[in-house]
């Protein structure tokens, strides 16, 4: 254990991300207050005061958990059921295991879910561990830990163990080591310090009375007695929301000098409005959804568009795609069952009912899909007798592979039909 407890300590330096890193520790290197120039310490908790921070976790990690989740059979789309996806945690829902999860990835930038299993080794249950209790360190891989990864775990009661990637799922975020993720919310330090200054140099400013700080003058000299009940009765008649806006009498031709910068002098509200851009930039998510529309239209195609943007170059492929190959890797391989995990971002369209109808529409059409196929992704019944299971295929289309089929000649002209005998009669005459 000794040996084991050297190893945790020598990851466990702080290091600037600009250079390479080791096996930094989540405790220390990801959890502490991260020192900014702003004077405001950062952590992945008080991280999400920022109200821009809080909507990239939320929503990313909200319609993350959200999408459906499917095993299916290696190299096939034969879909398998799973119970470890259906349920994976006896208290928490789905949605409210991979949500917390992707918090923890967005926030701190490592998950970690504790694998527990039955008798045969298979894993039935996933627990969500805090990333602030755990230390991770790089060893060599062995059959006991393929991984190659050991976790020092700390539980409620301040008992620290040991444990290996048989024991532990960790989903990593981006990263320069391979072993842990960065957080986002300590790489956007300054970014968000920033903002935070701002808030609370705006607060103090409105506590204050939205008056400038400055300096009483008198012309006589006062005693320190008389200066302290001067400034006194000045606060306590000018200071606070409630003197907002009141004239001040000053007498003994006493005067105010101001000599603080006024917040438009500092560019207060221009500075609080940049920060979002950049906290949107550090987590890829669009302005629109953070409710920032100002720059861009606020309606139609152009914001179809940037949703469509999103999933394709960020939310696949920086947070579903790795956890679709953690899971692969790490929750059935192990017991000798293969599985292919995804993600069906189809389920995106569930709010979208026109769209809906035209993906069934083609995909009907081109026979990618039957009656019955469709009614299941909404959620109803087949139809009875099985007579929503065939396929159509388009009359102008032939299998691939296939000749075309013979046009048939057209028939020759025939003679034409004798006329009607009736109508060369005379019609009668009755005078």
Known sequence: MTALRGLFERRSSIQDPATPLTADTLMEYLGGGESTDAGVAVTPASGLRMSAVYRCIAVTAGVAAALPLHAYEPDTRVKVPEPLLRNPHPELTRLELWRLTYA????WGNAFLQKVRNGAGVVREL?????????????????????????????????????TS????????????????????????????????AEKSGARFFRNGAQLSGVLQVEQRLKESQAVALQRRWEARMS??????????????AKFAPITMPLRDAQFLETRQFQVPEIARFYGVPLFLLFETAKSTSWGTGLEQQAQGWITFDLHPTWLAPTEQRLEKELFTDVGRDRDIRYNVNGLLRAD????????????????????????????????????QGYLQPANMSPLGEEPPEPQPALPPGPPPDPDPDDDEEPDDEN
């Not at 606070?240 to 031709?253: E, F, P, R």
């Open 166 to 197: 048989r024991d532990i799922l960790h989903i990593p975020g981006l990263n320069y080591d391979g072993v842990t993720g960065l957080s986002p919310i300590r790489l956007a330090a300054g970014a968000i310090a920033l903002s935070q200054a």
């Open 127 to 163: 627990w969500p561990v805090g990333p602030e209790r755990c230390k991770v360190a790089k060893v060599k891989p062995s059959r006991a830990n393929p991984g190659g990864k050991l976790f020092e775990i700390e539980d409620d009661w301040g008992v620290k163990r040991v444990l």
């Open 104 to 107: 923890h990835r967005l926030g």
């Open 240 to 253: 606070g929301t409630d003197n907002a806006h009141k004239i001040a009498v000053l007498d003994s031709k």
């Open 353 to 388: 009912a026109a769209a809906r109808a035209a993906f069934y529409r083609v995909m009907r059409e081109v026979g990618g899909l039957n009656a019955d196929e469709i009614r299941e992704l909404e959620d109803r019944p087949p139809i009875p007798d099985g007579k929503g």
